[in-house]
């Protein structure tokens, strides 16, 4: 237990803001406690080897999505693609709460929420689990005192090449333009990913399957220009 404990406290560095938003609906207050459980992931329990067995129904492969915000992009995909199980985290008490209404509106049963810091899910999580991470406009902790928070560092790194089995796809979008030039730096010295794109529409536009977010669509408005990443584990 001593260890588990020490990988739990060096887990605890934090890449979110704040926690809660707006007052949450009594509907969304009402699947905290009656669907969350169901659907949560327990780590005070070590995780499967086989991590489809968290699934109900059969599911052929697993994606992550780190830090869904409103879900649109999550559940857009568990509609799309019922034949992968997806993992999905965010620390945030509204983002959990719109997740858990559209899985309920929709009856998915291809998603499982994990309700805190991905730090501790990426630690917690099998080596080569996944066929694809998605990371789509983490908080981009624009003052530089503040750049040590950004989700994107060389250990995190590390973690996610862990987790991802080879040939799998990291995927990133960011519409602020420093933290993609930031970004983009710290991967191309990672030793575990290479960038796929050869041309500049492979990041000026987005990937084919991609839905778009509420986030994104007010990025655009405010006229900001999204950048989309698609790099390789090696």
Known sequence: MPERQNVT???QRAFFGRRKGHSLKPRQAALFDSLLPKIALDLAKPAPAALRTLFTGPVE???LEIGFGGAEH???QAQAYPE???IATDAFVNAIAKALV???EHALINIRL???DASELLDWLPEAAFSRIDLLYPDPWPKRRHWKRRFIQSDNLRRLARILKKDGELRFATDIGDYAAYALARILRSSDFIWTAECSDDWRKPWPDFGGTRYE???KREGRT???FIFRRL
Do not use: T
């Open 84 to 86: 992968i199980g997806f």
């Open 61 to 63: 492969s697993l994606h």
């Open 217 to 219: 669509a007010k990025a």
């Open 102 to 104: 559209a899985l309920d």
């Open 9 to 11: 406290a060096q887990s």
């Open 114 to 116: 994990h309700f805190g």
């Open 226 to 228: 999204p950048a989309y």
């Open 74 to 76: 999550l559940i857009g």
